[in-house]
């Protein structure tokens, strides 16, 4: 598929680089782009331009920031909790945030234990976790990592690498989603929820 | 939804501007572009800002151009054919070439009547359309538009106005696609396929 304009071309692989985005799906933002005024445009493109200059990675907590050290890790009262949460990747923070029930730290591992993609523990943020943990005289470690076997292996490793510090580990409750019926959850799903089972008046 | 990073979320905020494009996937389009290298970003960017202020619309045909008289108008085996193919949509023209079974000239009209829409026959390049017909000495016209009511009511406008002139106009046969099976064809589609049947030699 091409055009008889190479800029038109030009913008149209550029969309196409993005991930999920077809060649399709890429013509029609692209004609969608040239429809908009100049100064959209420019907004647009500075927009990202800026987000990816002028960010990077926060030195303690590796979220994204803006600063040396982010937003949550600078807040004092966050620290004070002594908790981190370790999650797989910034995305996963702002659905903790959005929820409101969590008032600790954070600490990105960058991605999960994978052998298959040649991923592994030395190429997580996991020896700055550790060291962390020491360091900030952290009271417990929460595990929010994704409900698949590489999240649960990630999991497991950095709980041995814990082993001989004290400090609680604890992982976020596995079980059947809120609004969902019993008949369409699947069978190892349901058999956890049950043997993990909670009092009654802790679960409303 | 929002992040820790103001940066992040005008990211995020300019990915959502797109079409189809909602905030779920604007995070993770400005969370892929935040792991490019900055080169990569530049890139992307400049593509899109060139084609946006880089580009205009052929004069003659409005089409996508990189000149005043884009590079189909200019081909002069193509204005020998003395042939205009009406399309709806630059994007037509992509897709017609794409097949390599036309050598004409194109007109893009912008759009095609709807009164729900508030778009009027002048609201579209359909004066522009009869005056090449005209001084271009054009011998057919091929409507080659959406096969919507719209559609065909705009072809059929378009018709009207071309009556008095001595100018044959044709349009794009409709039919089962080819590859489709009879069954799961709609009825009008079939019926129309059966009228307008052709000689079996030629629809090879």
Redesign the interface.
Known sequence: ????????D??V???A????IGRK?A????????R?P?ND???????????????QFCKRCH????TEI???CNNKKRSENKTICVVE???D??AI??TQQYFGNYHVLGGHISPIDGIGPTDLNIDSLVQRVQDENIKEVIFALNSTMEGDTTSFYIFRRMMNLSVKTSSIARGIPIGDELEYADEITLGRSLLNRIPFDSSL
């Open positions: 598929m091409s055009s008889s304009s190479k800029l038109l030009q913008g692989d550029a969309f680089s993005l991930p999920g799906t013509l029609r933002l692209a004609l969608h782009m040239l908009q100049k445009v420019q907004f647009f493109t500075e927009s990202i331009k800026g987000m990816r200059n002028d960010t979220n994204i920031s803006e982010c937003e949550i990747d910034m995305r923070i702002i945030e959005n």
